[in-house]
């Protein structure tokens, strides 16, 4: 009560006043102490902001060109082309992949404007707007490899300054991963410096398919989601009339122990058997002999990639030697240089599996070739990412 008579003697000491103070809003505060009140307002441009109703002359009324706007509606309430926080934008390297990703997640590609000038620079602009969103770009540093990922870099810049919430680098087939180590003097580890190209562009995070060796995740200061290409040639394997008891998996070489050995675990506990060679020189190989027995069997030679296919070819070679009934052949990644399809398809192999992480021409095709699409196996990875959600979950 003292208060309040306090409060009502200092109003009426502030009326009596032959001269007012113009500080009419001190003496209401005083009385009534509340929070400021905030509304937002719009001047009749239509652009926003926040009026404080004590920072006015006339501390009663809004200013006469403003008028306040209702509270915004709840974000289920607003439209979907504005809630959705998901964007796929596609490089130059493979617009097939990136159209099925997109397919499986019910979007559409992102619209992007990507030319080269008469010296060869390129030019890269979004046609959309990406603020707040998560993007993520499909692009594999497949041949050429240097434009390719020159390409994703710039298209990562791009992002960056258009004020993308998250930028996610998917490249399902990763150049120079091969140079992941020091073998001689004075030797390059390109592997590292590609990673720190994608870093400092501006990516926040790496989607990678089948990476030629796991330690490459380690070059990358940010997150790197690692998949696998195994589930799509095991589940199409499966399909396919072979008696599991005449399978065993083939490593081409003895790098690619832990790839073959996880695939025969899922192959129905196949046995293994491992290829003992010797490289010459890059894309030359020599084999030596072989570790394990393959006669009377149907032989599934499993790699991560498939470049010239010389290891491949002088594996098969080796096989049929030892007494294979059949020799398939499965990778992930087709770069398929030259020689490569005169060495695949010159009868050694009854079936070549390959997926589609790097694009097969028409004219690098034969007819046994067989390509499986990863898309919804980078779908669904995509969608886990962007809902924060287990990705391992997937090969498990």
Same mark, same amino acid.
């Given at each position: ?99 099925? =990703?997109?397919?499986?997640? *019910?979007?559409?590609? *992102?619209? =992007? ?61 990763? *150049? ?69 008891? @005449? ?56 790699? @991560? ?9 002088? *594996? ?70 962007? @809902? ?9």
């Amino acid at each position: 009560m003292a208060s309040t008579s306090t409060s009502m003697a200092s109003l009426c000491s502030f009326l009596s006043s032959p001269c007012p103070s113009p500080d009419l809003a001190t003496v209401l505060l005083s009385i009534v102490p509340c929070r400021p009140l905030r509304r937002r307002w719009s001047c009749r441009a239509g652009s926003g902001g926040t009026y404080d109703y004590r920072s006015s002359n006339n501390p009663v009324q809004a200013p006469p060109d403003l008028h306040f706007l209702p509270e915004p509606e709840p974000v289920a309430e607003r439209n979907n082309s504005t809630s959705s926080r998901l964007r796929i934008f596609s490089g130059t390297a493979n617009p097939t992949l990136a159209q099925e =990703i997109a397919c499986y997640l *019910g979007l559409e590609l *992102g619209k =992007i404007k990507i030319k080269r000038f008469a010296d060869g620079e390129l030019y890269v602009q979004l046609q959309e707007s990406v603020r707040g969103c998560d993007v993520f770009l499909v692009q594999p540093t497949c041949p050429p490899a240097n434009e390719n990922l020159m390409e994703l870099l710039i298209m990562i810049d791009a992002c960056r300054r258009a004020s993308a919430k998250t930028i996610t680098a998917v490249v399902p087939y990763f *150049g120079y991963a091969r140079a992941d180590r020091k073998m001689q003097g004075r030797e390059s580890i390109a592997a590292k410096l590609v990673a720190n190209l994608i870093t400092q562009a501006g990516a926040h995070r790496v989607l990678a398919c089948d990476l030629h060796s796991g330690q490459s995740i380690g070059y990358f200061d940010i997150p790197v989601d690692h998949v696998y290409g195994q589930p799509v040639i095991l589940d199409y394997l499966a399909s396919k009339t072979i008696c599991p008891n @005449d399978v065993v998996v083939v490593s081409p070489d003895v790098g690619g122990v832990a790839r073959a050995r996880a695939f025969a675990k899922k192959l129905s506990d196949a046995p293994l058997a491992i290829v003992d060679k010797r490289r010459l020189g890059h894309n030359q190989a020599e084999v030596m002999n072989l570790i394990g027995d393959v006669r009377g069997k149907v032989a599934v030679m499993v790699d @991560d990639m498939i470049d010239t296919a010389g290891t491949m070819s002088k *594996g098969a070679e080796l096989l049929h030697r030892e007494g294979a009934k059949a020799v398939y052949a499965c990778s992930t990644h087709a770069v398929l240089s030259p020689p490569a399809v005169d060495r695949l398809s010159g009868g050694l192999f009854q079936e070549v599996i390959i997926t589609n992480t790097v694009p097969v021409p028409l004219h690098q095709q034969f007819p046994q070739l067989t390509v499986l699409s990863v898309a919804n196996l980078l779908g669904e990875t995509i969608w886990r990412v962007h @809902d924060d959600c287990s990705v391992s979950s997937i090969f498990q």
